[in-house]
C-alpha cells in the first residue's frame, strides 16, 4: 500500500483503509504511520505489554518519535520503576502530561476518596482533561487497545476517528491476541511491569487496580464492584458536568 503524506478525515474510506492497514506487519503498518503524519505523530502509553510492544517498534522506525504518559499521580510503584527501565533501554525521553488538580486539590476540592464515591469523576479530572494535552497539536495518536482485551473492546479498528480530541486514533495490535503479545516480549526480552508476575493484567491507578476476577478478561480487575471498565479515554465524547458537594 502506498502511503499518503496527507490524510483527511472527511475524504478517508475507513473501511477500505483497515482492510489494507490489516494485511501490514507491525513494522510497516507504523511506517506507514509516520510518512503519513510525520512529526504531528505521538504515541500515548500507560505502559502496558501491548504499548511495550508497539514502542520497541516505533523507536526503530522513528527514534526521534514523541512518547506520552499521563502521569495521574496514583500510579504504583512498579509503573514509576518500568517508566525509568524504558527511558534507559531505549534512550529516549517520555514526555508527561499530568492532571490540573494535585491530589491534595482534588481532595480539598472534592472530599477525599473521589475514585470510590465517583470514580467517573476522578477519571475525567485525571485522565480526560490532561489526555487533550496529551494529543495538542497531532494529527494520529497511538493506542494499545486490543479486540481482546474486553468485550467493549472487540471492534476495535486499526484506524478511525477520534471525536473527542479531533485527530486520527492508531491500534496497530488491535488484531494480536495477549499470548502473541507475550510471547513477543518473552522473545525479545522487553521490560514489563513486574505486577503482571503476580497476576495483574491490566495495571492503571493504584486505587483502581486489582487482580482480574474473570480470567477471561484482562480488564475485570480494574474498578472492581462497579459497572465501568474505562477510564473514559477510549469511550465516544459526550458532555459531561462533575458533580460536586
Same mark, same amino acid.
Given at each position: 500500500?502506498?502511503?499518503?503524506?496527507?490524510?483527511?478525515?472527511?475524504?478517508?474510506?475507513?473501511?477500505?483503509?483497515?482492510?489494507?492497514?490489516?494485511?501490514?506487519?507491525?513494522?510497516?503498518?507504523?511506517?506507514?504511520?509516520?510518512?503519513?503524519? !510525520?512529526? $504531528?505523530?505521538? *504515541?500515548?502509553?500507560?505502559?502496558?505489554? #501491548?504499548?511495550?510492544?508497539?514502542? +520497541?517498534?516505533?523507536?526503530?522506525?522513528?527514534?526521534?518519535?514523541?512518547?506520552?504518559?499521563?502521569?495521574?499521580?496514583?500510579?504504583?510503584?512498579?509503573?514509576?520503576?518500568?517508566?525509568?527501565?524504558?527511558?534507559?533501554?531505549?534512550?529516549?525521553?517520555?514526555?508527561?502530561?499530568?492532571?490540573?488538580?494535585?491530589?491534595?486539590?482534588?481532595?480539598?476540592?472534592?472530599?477525599?476518596?473521589?475514585?470510590?464515591?465517583?470514580?467517573?469523576?476522578?477519571?475525567?479530572?485525571?485522565?480526560?482533561?490532561?489526555?487533550?494535552?496529551?494529543?495538542?497539536?497531532?494529527?494520529?495518536?497511538?493506542? !494499545?487497545? $486490543?479486540?481482546? *482485551?474486553?468485550?467493549?473492546?472487540?471492534? #476495535?479498528?486499526?484506524?478511525?476517528? +477520534?471525536?473527542?480530541?479531533?485527530?486520527?486514533?492508531?491500534?496497530?495490535?488491535?488484531?494480536?491476541?495477549?499470548?502473541?503479545?507475550?510471547?513477543?516480549?518473552?522473545?525479545?526480552?522487553?521490560?514489563?511491569?513486574?505486577?503482571?508476575?503476580?497476576?495483574?493484567?491490566?495495571?492503571?491507578?493504584?486505587?483502581?487496580?486489582?487482580?482480574?476476577?474473570?480470567?477471561?478478561?484482562?480488564?475485570?480487575?480494574?474498578?472492581?464492584?462497579?459497572?465501568?471498565?474505562?477510564c473514559g479515554l477510549h469511550l465516544p465524547a459526550r458532555p459531561f458536568t462533575p458533580c460536586r458537594e
Amino acid at each position: 500500500m502506498s502511503p499518503s503524506t496527507r490524510l483527511l478525515h472527511s475524504n478517508v474510506d475507513y473501511v477500505a483503509l483497515n482492510r489494507q492497514l490489516e494485511e501490514l506487519t507491525l513494522t510497516d503498518f507504523l511506517r506507514w504511520s509516520v510518512v503519513t503524519f !510525520g512529526e $504531528r505523530l505521538v *504515541q500515548v502509553t500507560s505502559f502496558g505489554p #501491548t504499548g511495550i510492544v508497539i514502542l +520497541d517498534h516505533l523507536v526503530k522506525v522513528n527514534p526521534e518519535v514523541r512518547v506520552v504518559t499521563i502521569d495521574t499521580g496514583f500510579l504504583f510503584p512498579e509503573t514509576y520503576a518500568l517508566w525509568e527501565e524504558i527511558e534507559r533501554r531505549y534512550g529516549i525521553q517520555i514526555h508527561v502530561v499530568r492532571p490540573e488538580l494535585t491530589p491534595q486539590e482534588q481532595e480539598r476540592l472534592y472530599g477525599p476518596a473521589l475514585w470510590a464515591l465517583e470514580p467517573d469523576v476522578c477519571c475525567h479530572e485525571r485522565k480526560v482533561k490532561p489526555m487533550a494535552a496529551a494529543v495538542a497539536g497531532q494529527h494520529a495518536w497511538i493506542t !494499545g487497545l $486490543r479486540r481482546d *482485551q474486553s468485550n467493549g473492546r472487540s471492534q #476495535t479498528p486499526l484506524i478511525g476517528w +477520534d471525536a473527542r480530541y479531533n485527530l486520527f486514533k492508531l491500534s496497530p495490535l488491535a488484531h494480536w491476541t495477549r499470548e502473541a503479545v507475550w510471547d513477543y516480549i518473552r522473545a525479545y526480552n522487553l521490560p514489563y511491569n513486574r505486577l503482571h508476575d503476580l497476576g495483574y493484567t491490566s495495571i492503571g491507578c493504584i486505587h483502581c487496580t486489582r487482580q482480574p476476577t474473570d480470567a477471561n478478561d484482562e480488564r475485570s480487575g480494574r474498578w472492581y464492584g462497579r459497572m465501568k471498565t474505562e477510564c473514559g479515554l477510549h469511550l465516544p465524547a459526550r458532555p459531561f458536568t462533575p458533580c460536586r458537594e
